[in-house]
């Protein structure tokens, strides 16, 4: 289980930090999705996009430091759920809030796995 759960948060942090790098680049479809359909502003694009780079590098450095895994795949979570949130309020439908999910399961999956390994160790 413990390679499983290192796996996926590789995965996970690596695609967190593309997804924050688009956001922060100021990628043309994300500035439209935040101004346009989900009614946020460019400011709050490049703080979400701060938000997973932070957690991305946090989930990869987590490989050494295994208590920074539990922190930034939580906050990655919450994330997710917001953006889950957002696509539903702005009328997408859950079809497109399917990959925020996905990506919310995944990282649940990485917290709780993680949170079972640190409390195996401590045992």
């Known amino acids: 289980m413990k390679w499983a759960v290192r796996i996926l948060q590789g995965l996970v942090g690596v695609g967190f930090l593309l997804t924050g790098f688009m956001k ?13 359909i989900y ?10 996009g ?3 780079v932070l957690s991305a ?12 895994v539990t922190v ?3 906050v990655l979570v919450m994330v997710m759920a917001g953006a889950i949130l957002t696509h539903l309020k702005s009328g997408q439908g859950f079809g497109i809030a399917s990959m925020p999910l996905v990506l919310l ?10 949170r079972k390994i ?4 401590l045992a």
Request: overall charge neutral; aromatic content about 14%.
């Open 24 to 36: 922060l680049s100021g990628d043309p479809t994300q500035v439209e999705a935040f101004n346009d």
């Open 39 to 48: 009614g946020y502003g460019t400011g709050f694009m490049y703080v979400v």
């Open 50 to 52: 701060i938000i997973e």
């Open 57 to 68: 590098l946090g989930l990869l450095l987590g490989f050494w430091r295994n208590k920074l």
């Open 72 to 74: 930034f795949s939580g």
């Open 105 to 114: 399961v995944l990282s649940l999956i990485v917290f709780m796995g993680q």
């Open 118 to 121: 640190t409390k195996a160790k």
